[in-house]
């Protein structure tokens, strides 16, 4: 379970009545769920998966729920929010699918933007999703000469 935080559960409980006015944002911010709501649906979607991709799942969210916990800056929260709710939306959808998980690629723009950290992290869960499914390809830790911005 994720410990409790107060910077979360404020916002939490006041995250529609701050939101800015703009109609846009507003709407958007309508479909963005409080991040503890966000967390338990996150967990709830993963058990209509097998359970290997279930378990990997359910630590990569309880691991990236806990790393942002401390995240005080509202623009952030709000950005972490709805890349979850995203995951989210296609996950419930993917559920509805009868020919099953369908997954999709990541955007060559996006990867552009990434820090290093990012990157490096991104290759971790590559390596974990590989140790799941095919443990003989799975390496324990990346080249020496590995470079983040050429891994994808």
């Known amino acids: 379970m994720l410990p409790s935080s107060s910077v979360w559960m404020q ?10 006015i703009n109609p846009l944002v507003k709407t958007a911010s309508n479909m963005l769920l409080p991040p503890l709501q966000l967390y338990r649906s996150l967990l709830r ?7 290997e ?13 806990r790393r942002h916990q401390k995240i005080d800056n509202p623009l952030q929260i709000v950005a972490f929010c ?6 989210l939306d296609s996950l419930q959808a993917d559920s509805k699918n009868p ?4 997954g999709m690629s990541l955007d060559p723009s996006l990867l552009e933007k ?18 799941v ?9 990346p080249p020496a000469d590995y470079d983040p911005s050429k891994a994808f």
């Open 99 to 102: 020919d099953g998980l369908r």
């Open 114 to 131: 990434f820090s290093d950290e990012q990157l490096y992290q991104l290759y971790e869960l590559k390596l974990a999703t590989e140790e």
């Open 45 to 51: 979607a993963h058990r209509s998966l097998p359970p």
């Open 133 to 141: 499914f095919d443990p003989e390809r799975a390496q324990a830790a």
């Open 53 to 65: 991709m279930r378990a990997l799942g359910d630590d990569y969210v309880k691991a990236e729920f």
């Open 11 to 20: 916002m939490s409980r006041v995250w529609r009545s701050e939101m800015p």
């Open 82 to 87: 709805s890349q979850w709710k995203m995951y």
